[in-house]
């Protein structure tokens, strides 16, 4: 078991998991630890021996292991940082830390099915490990300033909000795995957990069908639809949409999430300090209103910034810094395995609801991939 630091501790012994060729070291997961003082890096683990010595020498250390799971027995982190993107060991490397009661910082996805998301629960709640997943807009302050106008009613009555993917080569299935689990986990940030999907999913040009399905990349798993159309049900009334088409992704990008109201729009870029923007004009069309778009600072609209340090730069720094919090106070992490599930049942959500021809309820009764029972 990791020898869990203490709020009267001043140093978290964090463990490294990387695996070059296979998701590699992810969006920096390895290197975020040395903008927080309150860690330090004692060991990391990758299966690939050159890839293992090249981040030795770039994190400066000697202790380095082939094995992840004997890194977890002998150096004995407090924290593993699970670097890879691919997501197909993700479950088995969260619970082998779990297990050992060793906290984790993740990056996204969660895990690929239920299934797997509900073992690391179960697993978690008995050695009472935290888990956290690395979507930055999560922690950033910006979050609470755009709840406060909705509950303003800057925007008037809320109605619906809207989310795309990057809808490059990966539009469909997975860009809804890769840059949908972002938007999906911003929605719920701000809006809470759906209560049901209706979706569809589309490949050139057909519905989904079982000769459509293929070996999704990054460790996916089963995986289909260059089109996808997604209408979740919110509580109060309000839908949230997501949709990604395959080579349709515009310049700039219209990835991010749009959050429409009776008397306005305001739009959120991911990231830590995301680019964020108000419009207000009830048509929700500038070209008609002449209304133009403004700015949104975590001090208002049109306010300056007032977080300019190097934390709110960084894309994990907040994230860990909440891990930390959640370690020391017992309370779940912001963005951990509950939030990290529920996306995973928004995915899910999609190709069950596809599978079936009808709206789905959350939670899903079906744990496993839906695209296994097409």
């Known amino acids: 078991m990791g020898t869990t630091a203490t709020a009267f ?5 964090v463990g490294i998991i990387g695996r070059t060729g296979k998701g590699g070291y992810g969006h920096a997961l390895d290197t975020a630890w040395s903008a927080v003082p309150q860690t330090r890096v004692v060991a990391v683990a990758d299966d690939n021996k050159s890839g293992l010595g090249a981040a030795a020498r770039k994190l400066k250390l000697k202790s380095t292991y082939l094995d992840y799971r004997k890194m977890l027995d002998e150096a004995k982190p407090d924290i593993v940082a699970i670097c890879p993107r691919w997501v197909d060991q993700h479950a088995e490397m969260v619970l082998a830390a779990a297990e050992r009661g060793i906290h984790v910082y993740m990056e996204k996805p969660f895990c690929r099915t239920l299934e797997e998301a509900d073992q690391i629960v179960a697993t978690c709640q008995k050695t009472h490990a935290k888990v956290q997943i690395a979507h930055p807009t999560r922690f950033s302050p910006l979050l609470n300033t755009i709840k406060q106008l909705i509950a303003d009613k800057a925007i008037g009555t809320l109605l619906e909000f809207r989310g795309r993917g990057k809808e490059d080569r990966r539009g469909g299935g997975e860009d809804l795995w890769v840059l949908g689990s972002h938007i999906l986990d911003m929605i719920r940030a701000l809006a809470g957990a759906p209560v049901s999907c209706s979706a569809r999913i589309g490949w050139k040009g057909h519905a989904v069908t079982r000769e459509d399905v293929f070996e999704g990349p990054e460790g996916i798993g089963p995986l289909a639809g260059d089109d996808v159309q997604a209408v979740y049900q ?23 999430l749009q959050i429409f109201g009776s008397l306005g729009v305001i739009e959120v870029i991911e990231g830590t300090l995301p680019m964020v923007y108000y419009l207000g004009d009830p048509s929700w069309s500038p070209g008609r209103s002449g ?13 300056p910034e007032p977080f300019q340090g190097p934390e709110y730069k960084a894309r994990h720094t907040l994230g860990i810094r909440d891990l930390l919090a959640a370690i020391q106070t017992g309370l ?15 995915i899910a959500g999609c190709f ?6 009808r709206p789905v309820p959350f939670p899903l009764k079906n744990r496993r991939n839906p695209l296994t029972l097409l």
């Open 352 to 357: 069950e609801s596809h599978r079936l021809g």
């Open 234 to 256: 919110m509580n109060d009334g309000v839908t949230a949409h997501f949709a990604s088409v395959r080579n349709q992704g515009g310049n700039p990008r219209r990835y991010a």
């Open 332 to 346: 779940e992490p912001s963005c951990g395995m509950y939030e990290g599930r529920g996306v995973i049942e928004m």
């Open 291 to 303: 209304a133009k778009w403004q700015p949104v600072s975590s001090a208002g609209i049109g306010q």
């Open 9 to 13: 501790e001043t140093t978290y012994r």
